[in-house]
């Protein structure tokens, strides 16, 4: 079983803060994702990346950085955390290519709250 | 570019009713992928199906089935006797060939099963 583990829960900030966001899958995937859930938008991408040290912008990057050093473990990093950062954090991962390879496996997500 | 319509916000239905969670897609490319994910209380998306564009076979997996037609661009996706532990969010997703394998949303169905 594909397993993508994500490092808090449940995780409440203060505006400003510095926050890290750690997710680590143990199947030997290329790809990694970082989304966002809100209600009524679905999931929205903020960063993919498609190897060690790569990564891409998706579609709401903006506040946002990552960081991939080893080929299991992705990270979103928020510089400076803001109320409306306050989401629901869902990490994934999948192997590189299309069909069956490229299906996508989710971590528990990590709600966070800025205070 | 590509986007997922799921229409229906909510649903509620009583046990053993049946229930289709509709999908519209639309997309440019000719080679695509369309997916179901269940997002349980818990908060984790599980994989549920994965369909080409160039399959469009209908899928029967025990009170699951999922309908293609590519000629109205729709995913349907039905619950057959539905169940208590059907209660969820269901989204619909949708990729294209390409680096990455970015998944591109519906704003997910809540579907709440009453006994």
């Known amino acids: 079983d594909v397993k993508v583990t994500q490092s808090s829960r449940y995780l409440v900030k203060r505006t400003g803060e510095k926050v890290f966001l750690e997710c680590v899958q143990d199947?030997?995937?290329?790809?990694m994702f970082w989304y966002r859930q809100d209600p009524g938008l679905g999931l929205r991408l903020i960063y993919f990346s498609y190897d060690v040290k790569m990564k891409e912008k998706g579609d709401i990057p903006e506040g946002y950085s990552v960081s991939r050093e080893k080929k299991e473990r992705f990270s979103l990093i928020l510089e400076s955390a803001s109320t409306n950062q306050t989401s629901m954090y869902l990490c994934?991962?999948?192997?590189?290519?299309?069909?069956?390879?490229?299906?996508?496996?989710f971590g528990p997500g990590t709600r966070l709250t800025v205070l | 570019a590509q986007k997922v319509t799921q229409a229906q916000t909510e649903i509620s239905v009583v046990e053993k009713e049946d229930v289709t969670l509709d999908c519209v897609y639309e997309?440019?490319?000719?080679?695509?992928?369309l997916f179901w994910y269940k997002q349980p209380p818990s908060g984790e998306l599980v994989f549920l199906i994965r369909r080409n564009s160039f399959d469009e076979q209908n899928e029967i997996s025990g009170r699951y089935s999922w309908n293609f037609q590519k000629s109205t661009s729709s995913f349907n996706f039905t619950i057959t006797a539905s169940q208590v532990v059907d209660s969820a969010v269901y989204f619909c997703?949708?990729?294209?060939?390409?680096?990455?394998?970015?998944?591109?949303f519906g704003a997910g169905t809540i579907l709440r099963v009453k006994s």
């Open positions: 994934a991962s999948s192997r590189r290519g299309g069909g069956r390879l490229g299906t996508q496996y």
């Open positions: 199947m030997d995937h290329e790809n």
């Open positions: 997309t440019r490319d000719t080679t695509y992928y």
């Open positions: 997703a949708l990729s294209v060939l390409e680096y990455g394998n970015k998944l591109v």
